[in-house]
């Protein structure tokens, strides 16, 4: 390949003249081809088309059409606009775009849409999925029926010849042959039998050996021998036994009848499952739109809405607490690296970075043993006795506390930074003018320091409203008041939402779904609004 | 135009390539399996976790080889159950999985597993309580192959005695305190949010029970005990050894140092499962086991029992083969055994625990601690039960009142179960 690209090596030997004497001069003549370019170019859009044609293979066997039209479109279209010379800007735009609609919207949509259904545990997959699980759960051996040691065999050619079970009666050792036609018995001298019962050869019948059988799975699964009690199947690759579905399902009621007790369960489209008359409900059920439900259940369910604001309010609380005091904090030390009679300022800078270099899920756990009420570093170091977690403030407190030593030194990098920005002449005005360092500070310092650092505060904010991690490895949203376990006195509404999701029987991502876009409307109302006064603020000091 | 041409040329090439490494890869189980067809056979892919991928690796080689079969073991360190229905529901999963028994009624209900049928021989060979475990609906859904319960593990320095009574245990415990010689009574895990658990056989010895049973023998989920009198007045015994009484039951002991309280000598009574063992060995503490002991003048305390077990999933591609390994080969004693090498909890295969308790006499008498343990009730309701239940249990033994915070938990955990 690499002889090919004589061309533009030869361009760049001659300067930054325009190249090949084919190319329209007019758009080129300012961008210069260069070998390093053409080649990331051909090695970027050979990984998309090689991209692209892995994923499709799936997607036709899946028949997934509509999946398909589209990779194909968009795949044209990358390549359309990497080949042609024109539409420079989209050029720049198109990754980010790409990359936005792929882990951005295409998630939201997702999330969206799964609040719309009551997708989550027994209610997963199709109708027909649910059917067939509850069919072939309920296959049971038909009492006192014999079990039988089997041969998988086959009529002719081992990978393509009709599959035969060779069946061997343990009582008395009478070899029958059976498919989806019924039993036959074999003569004894057409057939030779290990000890065990297991049929070794067979006379017009290939034996098949594990290894043979595994690879025609599916068909020795699905094929049933029809006898008088029920149906012979395989149990594994070596024994058949009699069973017989005792649930089955029924089109015409559209309902699952039990031919033992004779009980029907008719299906419910709404709630996706299979209901009796009596309410029961069978475990096995299927994925279905309702609607707004679950969004109504979030407003309407007194276990749900009543704790709502008290929740709201401390996680405001606490996203505000842990950015302020991480804020100031770090602020605080920054400004005091930041003075020019500080010595040995590397030093310390490395020490206090060292908390936002380990990792915070590790971090997290080790500050809720040392909080413990007896054995706890906390307690043992200042001699207390004080149940940090067990009570509503100290917990907060607790927490905050945590928050603040592994967030601070991030604030105190980013205000280092942004100090450094702010020019020494400023602030040796202001001390000029006879401004005492706290005016200065007032006046010059923080205001140019919050434009800097203001999105980032915002930033900071709605990570913490949705920081599940501080709360969940710390106090799992304890203390419980005693009446009632399922809203703590240190919930966020993450965690709390993420009890109520995943804490009962089972997950219920359609819930937990329509709870977090309930989280995104808030996060973005409070972000929406704070950019807005952000913006307002740079207007005044710039 | 020399250029672009090449440009092209090279962008197919590459493309190409780049499809041809991909596809290899992807391509890998359909054309290799037909390939490998004529020599070998299908595969069979397993999921456990870590340490039993470990044990099960050469067994599953020696399947494989015997069988003229490929055999894949695949370690998920985490979250094996709810990735094993995720996959499944993509048609991802394995064709068997590895796991506790108490994840059946969730993956019945996702229709991620099918029943096993085991012939009436082979299903004797069990331990009668392992069996009742893995069954589910009148199903047997898996073949069990450890058992666990916790049992009463005493530092024998310290309490030379098995306590008879809890009560009896309470009385040595603040002895040993007062002596200075330890510093809890009984270490016993709850935590600040509790632990449904390690309190259950407490509880039972009170008098409570989680589910009633119905007809069939299976737990009823209509029937509920938390909330009941029952459950009432057997917190109110607990309360009695929580931290404004006795102090026996302290929300300081957590699951993270129970344990290590217990090795470190400073308490004379564990209430754990055979996970323990290992490490009261490596601290080289002298220890015996006893049943976890009950009230007095109450009933027997009940340990849960919890079953591990192999299970056949329903949407594996390759069903036929997983029955024949999970219901004639994972059966064996051999395969028992290694897995009890690498972790030793019972085998519930009574040819598989005859074998190794003579070198391992910690066996039998956690045995003997789980003979009269409940089954963990594998019913998809008692995930409600655990998260409520605990936390109860911690605001209890911190001085709650029993009846409030009990008749609180009740509603809360029938409000979820549907």
Redesign the interface.
Known sequence: ?ST??S??RSTRTSGRGP??S??PRTVRSHVP?TATG?VV???L??????????AA??LVEAGKWVGLALLAATTAGLFYLY?TPRHIPAKYLLPGTVFLIAFQVFPVLYTASTAFTNFG??H??SKD??I??IQ??????VPGST?YTLS?ASEGDP?TGPLVFLVTDPATGAVSAGDAGGLRRLDAADVTVAPGGKVTAADGYTVL??????????E??DLVVPTAGGAL???????A?E?RAIRAYDAGCDCITDRESGRTWTADEKAGSFVAADGE?L???WKVNVGGENFSRVLTDP?ISGPFFGTLLWNFAFATGSTGLTFLLGMAIALALHSPRMRGTNLYRVLLILPYAMPSFAMLLVWR?MF?????LINNLFGLGV?W??QDWSARATVLLVQLWLGYPYMFLVATGALQAIPRELTEATSVDGASPWQSFRAVTLPLLLVALAPLLIASFAYNFNNINAIWLT??G?????????NGATDLLITYTY?LAF?????EFGTAAAVSIFIFAIVATVSAISFRSTRKQEEVYS | MRIRTAGVVAVLGLALAASGCGGSDDDSSAPATKESAGAAGGKLVIWADDKRTAALKPFAETFGQTNGVTVEVQAVSKDLQTNFVTASQQGSGPDVVVGAHDWIGNLVQNGAIDPVQLAADQKSGFNETAVKAVTFNGQLYGVPYAMENLALIRNTELAPEAPKTIEELVATGKKLKAEKKASEILCLQSGQNGDAYHIYPLYTSAGGYLFGTGANGDYDPKDLGVGKPESIAAFQRIAKLGEKGEGALKRSITPENAIATFTGKKCAYLVSGPWAIADAKKANISYDISPVPGFAGGKEAQPFVGVQAFYVAAKGKNKALAQEFVANYTTKPDLAVALYNAEPRPPALTAALDQVKGSDPDLAKFTEAGKNGQVLPAIPAMAAIWDPFGKAEAAIIGGADPAKTITAAGKTISGQIK
């Open positions: 390949m090919k690209l061309g533009p190249v090949g084919g190319l081809i053409l170019k051909v090695v859009l050979g990984l998309v088309a090689g991209i692209a044609i892995w293979f799936p080949l545990d027994g997963r997959g999925d649910a067939v699980a072939s759960s309920s296959v049971q051996q079990e998988v990978v050996t594990f290894g043979q059988a595994s690879t025609r799975s599916q020795i699964t199947r395989s149990s594994g690759l070596s024994r036994y069973g409900r475990a096995q059920g276990n043993d413990n009420t007896d054995f706890g149940d977690f067990g106090t799992e304890g203390p419980f008041p005693a009446d009632n376990p399922r009890r804490g009962a029987q089972g997950a």
